[in-house]
């Protein structure tokens, strides 16, 4: 046995660094669970009907960006146009798409050309075309350069009319009950300014005239396991209502009010835009002493289409994981800052620490108990007894998201669905979550190599900050004049 | 005790916790079809009752079941309320309601948890009764919306003048949803309960309360004289005038051509814009000669509304005219006119 006393305070370390992240993750659990069952009960005391018979409701508008999704564009548009949500409009974002995505809506929606007679608020590079159905009158298509997400969003927003709309993904599809009842809590709050709402994955589910039939489960283990990942972290999400509100709101499906994302100049060229726009919402409000609002809704109500080969997992979360930390770094001001209130304190540095630098530290972690195990300082049986605790704790976990579903939403009503999932959530500690660490970790890399260009970014979107803050001041100084 | 046996503690305390969450989810998933079902025939069965009354027309005598379940009851009779009325379900609707919901309601109408309130006003909206008023009055102004909108129904069912006033107060300060929601449920009113609201801005100089009375009275056409707009159509208050302007689109009054002929020489792009609407109404020359010149309008809004009010007069032949060499907007307006308005 070799004798390492500093060994003691690393074991210490990473003791303490994990004990935090799962006692904050336990509670953000118990609160997400309470969350869930105010608004079960919220559902059962609703009358949803008197929302599909109103004939004076808003119209809420949908913004699909679309890159070459010629597999999907056409049943995500059927989708939203049936819900039975009466009042919608959707405006599709042509990202130069070099596939046949455009010509088959051309066709299939008798597009007509009309005049872009629409204010650009938020500057974004030029737009080619406009285009509006002759079918449904409520699509318009634009059709731009390939630039990214995050300028077709923008461009989606010049041209909105309504006070909210809704981000999403040109390979989700959206639930019709689950849409229906979203409905009015959105609706109902001055001060919300964004919403979230879970997500599930689509691999596996069967559409019936392009609505969510039946919920089956993904053929394909690496989609199977990214439905758990899912439903661990939008339960958690709900916990975050609670404590100082959300970071991040999934990008397949988000609502957004309008002006409050004018006013902070839209999202920014970050792969996470999702998240970095949040962030920065967070902050001018809070900077500019504004009262608002975050939620996240509890109810399933998009589907989206998960990565099915290891690859294309690996580039996501890789992505994902560079973004977060691009988000982080853009807005490091907020850290440990009272100006930001618990976001300030909590919220941001928990992401930073418990997410962010996460795989570092589990990767740290591992090659610390296998180095203590071949030096001989922890003997087998305790290795062993380590990393089975640890496991449990992860297993335990999402049992008992599973066990909230069971008695929520009910959204897999197959036994076998759900032994399978539970038996995935045992299997996915050896070799899936390791994978997701090293792709993580990946990002990590990537953020070091791009960094001179991050800071850049960083640049104009603190620009952003300051104008936004400027506009918000001088809507205010106007206000009180009157 | 050393780290090891605190780990080897919570090893097994983690393997009891899972243990008993699968023993926990084997029986949720068991029992709940099973509870489901049982429900789901329970409710088949209310219905059946409740659609053999309907049919057979005979008197309502007391049924036990009824009174089992009153939960099931209160979402089968807003599911037929939803789909039925007329001399057969009203009379029929009461007596359910009198024996087995209000009586509920009464009881619950006071409760510190929402939910039980909630069931109230539902029960209320279903069967108002002016004994109850006080009661009703009381959720009109709960804290939380979907009590207070399930008693306004009632308010406004019952033409209580003090409930419809609390619901356009309330609709003045709601936002969006909520807004819309109460403006629907007072639009759908009585002749009674829209003459209250169209006497609410005369004697109320709150502009929340005078806007929220404008944007109902502007929802349909109303059987009745509206004299306050003429004091409207010329305040300060953009939002009121704007909103008197819809109020007249749906109600034409004795002037109305010259008023929206005048609208056209406003700077707003939302006045003039509302003019070109309102314009539609009058085949006259000068309202076709100022609609043909509102296709050149500064603003698309306008010029949209010129195209679409003379695709609706008829005037087509105005709308192919306008040559792309002329006047680009003109054209591009009238075009996209004749296209989708």
């Given at each position: 046995m070799i004798d390492m006393p500093y060994l003691f305070w690393i074991d210490i370390f990473f003791l303490g660094y994990f004990l935090s992240i799962n006692l904050i993750y336990l509670i953000l659990l118990f609160l997400g669970s309470l969350k869930v069952y105010f608004r079960y009960k919220e559902l059962s005391a609703e009358d949803v009907k008197i929302i599909l018979h109103s004939n004076s409701l808003p119209e809420i508008t949908f913004i699909v960006p679309m890159w070459n999704e010629e597999k999907n564009i056409l049943a995500t548009i059927h989708n939203l146009f049936n819900l039975s949500y009466r009042y919608k409009q959707v405006i599709v974002v042509n990202d130069g798409s070099s596939d046949d995505s455009l010509e088959m809506l051309k066709k299939t929606y008798e597009l007509i050309e009309i005049p872009n007679f629409y204010k650009e608020q938020i500057p974004t590079t030029p737009i080619k075309k406009v285009y509006r159905s002759k079918l449904r009158p409520e699509l318009i298509v634009i059709d731009k350069m390939h630039t990214g997400k995050y300028d077709s969003l923008n461009a989606g927003i010049n041209v909105c009319e309504n006070p909210f709309f809704i981000c999403i993904d040109a390979d989700t599809i959206i639930d019709n009950t689950g849409f229906e009842v979203l409905v009015r809590p959105i609706l109902t709050n001055p001060k919300v300014i964004a919403i979230g709402a879970s997500i599930r994955i689509k691999n596996g589910t069967t559409l019936h005239f392009n609505r969510v039939s039946s919920i089956g489960f993904p053929n394909n283990l690496i989609s199977a396991f990214q439905e758990l990942e899912y439903l661990r972290s939008f339960i958690m999400r709900q916990g975050w209502n609670y404590v100082g509100g959300n970071v991040v709101f999934s990008g397949a499906f988000s609502i957004f009010s309008k002006d409050p994302i004018i006013k902070i100049g839209g999202f920014s060229p970050s792969i996470a835009e999702d998240m970095e726009i949040v962030i920065r919402l967070h902050k001018v409000m809070k900077e500019t002493k504004t009262p608002y609002e975050t939620r996240y809704m509890p109810d399933p109500i998009a589907w989206t289409e998960g990565p099915s080969s290891m690859k294309s997992l690996g580039k996501q979360r890789t992505n994902w994981h560079l973004g977060t930390l691009e988000s982080l770094w853009y807005h490091k001001k907020i850290c440990f800052n009272l100006r930001y209130g618990f976001f300030g304190i909590f919220n941001y540095p928990f992401w930073t620490w418990g997410e962010a630098f996460e795989p570092v530290f589990e990767f740290l972690g591992y090659t610390l108990i296998v180095l203590s195990w071949a030096l001989g300082i922890i003997n087998g049986s305790f290795f062993i007894l380590i990393i089975l605790v640890s496991y449990g704790f992860i297993f335990l976990f999402s049992v008992v998201c599973l066990l909230i579903e069971e008695l929520s939403f009910k959204k897999y009503t197959s036994f076998k669905t759900l032994s399978i999932l539970?038996?995935?959530?045992?299997?996915?500690?050896?070799?899936?979550?390791?994978?997701?660490?090293?792709w993580r970790l990946r990002g990590f890399v990537r953020f070091i190599k791009t960094f001179k260009k991050i800071q850049k970014d960083a640049e104009k979107v603190r620009k952003s900050v300051k104008t936004a803050k400027e506009s918000i001041h001088e809507d205010s100084n106007l206000d009180r004049s009157k | 005790m050393s780290i090891y046996h605190i780990l080897n503690l919570i090893f097994y305390a983690e393997i009891l916790l899972l243990l008993l969450i699968f023993i926990l989810i084997v029986i949720i998933h068991v029992v709940s079809p099973v509870l489901e079902k049982k429900n789901t025939k329970i409710k088949q069965r209310f219905s059946e009752i409740i659609i053999d009354y309907i049919t057979t027309k005979k008197p309502f005598s007391k049924e036990k079941k009824f009174a089992s379940h009153p939960e099931f009851l209160l979402q089968i009779m807003e599911d037929f309320n939803h789909r039925l009325n007329g001399e057969n379900w009203e009379p029929l609707k009461l007596a359910i309601a009198t024996h087995y919901l209000l009586p509920r309601a009464r009881k619950f109408a006071k409760?510190?948890?929402?939910?039980?309130?909630?069931?109230?006003?539902?029960?209320?909206?279903?069967?108002?009764?002016?004994?109850?008023?006080?009661?009703?009055l009381l959720l009109v102004d709960d804290s939380k919306f979907l009590v207070r909108s399930r008693a306004s129904v009632a308010a406004v069912q019952l033409e209580s003048e003090n409930g419809i006033f609390k619901s356009v107060e309330h609709m003045s300060l709601e936002y969006d949803y909520a807004y819309y929601y109460y403006s629907d449920i007072l639009s759908q009113g009585s002749t009674k309960v829209l003459i209250f609201i169209s006497q609410i801005p005369t004697t109320n100089e709150n502009p929340k309360i005078h806007l929220a009375c404008l944007s109902i009275l502007g929802s349909k056409t109303m059987p009745f004289p509206l004299p306050f707009l003429q004091k409207d159509l010329q305040a300060k208050n953009l939002q009121i005038r704007l909103s008197a302007l819809k109020v007249l689109l749906k109600n034409p009054q004795k002037n109305t051509s010259e008023i929206f002929l005048h609208c056209m020489n406003d700077p707003n792009e939302d006045i003039r814009s509302i003019g070109a609407m309102g314009l539609a109404q009058n085949e006259s020359k000068d309202c076709i000669e100022t609609l043909t010149n509102a296709l050149k309008d500064p603003s698309w809004k306008v010029r949209l509304a010129a195209a679409r009010s003379l695709k609706q007069m008829g005037q087509m032949d105005v709308l192919m005219q306008q040559k792309k060499e002329n006047h680009k907007d003109a054209y591009e307006a009238a075009q996209y006119g004749m296209q989708f308005e």
């Open positions: 539970i038996f995935l959530s045992f299997i996915e500690n050896f070799g899936y979550r390791q994978f997701t660490i090293f | 409760s510190i948890f929402w939910p039980k309130r909630n069931i109230a006003a539902r029960c209320f909206s279903l069967a108002p009764l002016l004994e109850d008023e006080k009661q009703i």
